[in-house]
Antibody
Framework: EVQLVESGGGLVQPGASLKLSCVASGFTFSDYWMSWVRQTPGKTMEWIGDIKYDGSYTNYAPSLKNRFTISRDNAKSTLYLQMSNVRSEDTATYYC?????????WGQGVMVTVSS | DVVMTQTPVSLSVSLGGQVSISCRSSQSLVHNNGNTYLSWYLQKPGQSPQLLIYKVSNRFSGISDRFSGSGSGTDFTLKISRVEPDDLGVYYCGQGTQYPNTFGAGTKLELK
């Protein structure tokens, strides 16, 4: 059974940094592109970016490219999202997804709240 | 960015009924490789989104044949027949053809 389990969310102050993790199981992690997608409190879905199966290539939403970094550790079957200089508009639920041209499996999501 | 426009915003249906949701993209979703990466997702209350349909018309593993997708180019439709209580929630279309990937705003399916 494919499982994606995110962690690392919580309350963070504006301007701070935060790193989210996603541990994958039930499939060969190193064979798949992976993505992060977030959902705002108003339920808008926003793609953040993705990373190639070997970690050699990443793509980002232009509006987030300068502050967010996606990485992976295939030995640990773990995907990461490094968020820096966070803003109130980054408040959302963050999902880790397996990517195959569509997002075929999603984690349970982790909430990030940016507030002073 | 490719803008995905879903209609209607909400839909009321009786159990056992049939509904259609429309999704239109601002640009063609035909990829250079010939595939069209248009997907449909359902987010049930309190849950993560789940994939229903990929590449326009392919049902994902375990998805009932009551769900069907169709369309081409910029115009796509999801049909749900014989609606069941477990079908209720918010439906999103999404495109994976162009970067950045984008989603529609969602269609909420409720019971009449």
């Amino acid at each position: 059974e494919v499982q994606l389990v995110e962690s690392g969310g919580g309350l963070v102050q504006p301007g701070a940094s935060l790193k989210l993790s996603c541990v994958a199981s039930g499939f060969t992690f190193s064979d798949y592109w992976m993505s992060w997608v977030r959902q705002t409190p108003g339920k808008t879905m926003e793609w953040i970016g993705d990373i190639k199966y070997d970690g050699s290539y990443t793509n980002y939403a232009p509006s987030l490219k300068n502050r967010f970094t996606i990485s992976r550790d295939n030995a640990k079957s773990t995907l990461y999202l490094q968020m820096s200089n966070v803003r109130s508009e980054d408040t959302a639920t963050y999902y880790c997804t397996r990517t195959t041209g569509s997002f075929d499996y999603w984690g349970q999501g982790v909430m990030v709240t940016v507030s002073s | 960015d490719v803008v995905m426009t879903q209609t209607p915003v909400s839909l009321s249906v009786s159990l056992g009924g049939q509904v259609s949701i429309s999704c239109r993209s601002s640009q063609s979703l035909v990829h250079n490789n010939g595939n069209t990466y248009l997907s449909w997702y359902l987010q049930k209350p309190g849950q993560s989104p789940q994939l229903l349909i990929y590449k326009v018309s392919n049902r994902f593993s375990g998805i009932s044949d009551r769900f069907s997708g169709s369309g081409s180019g910029t115009d796509f439709t999801l049909k749900i027949s014989r609606v069941e209580p477990d079908d209720l929630g918010v439906y999103y279309c999404g495109q994976g053809t162009q970067y950045p990937n984008t989603f529609g705003a969602g269609t909420k399916l409720e019971l009449k």
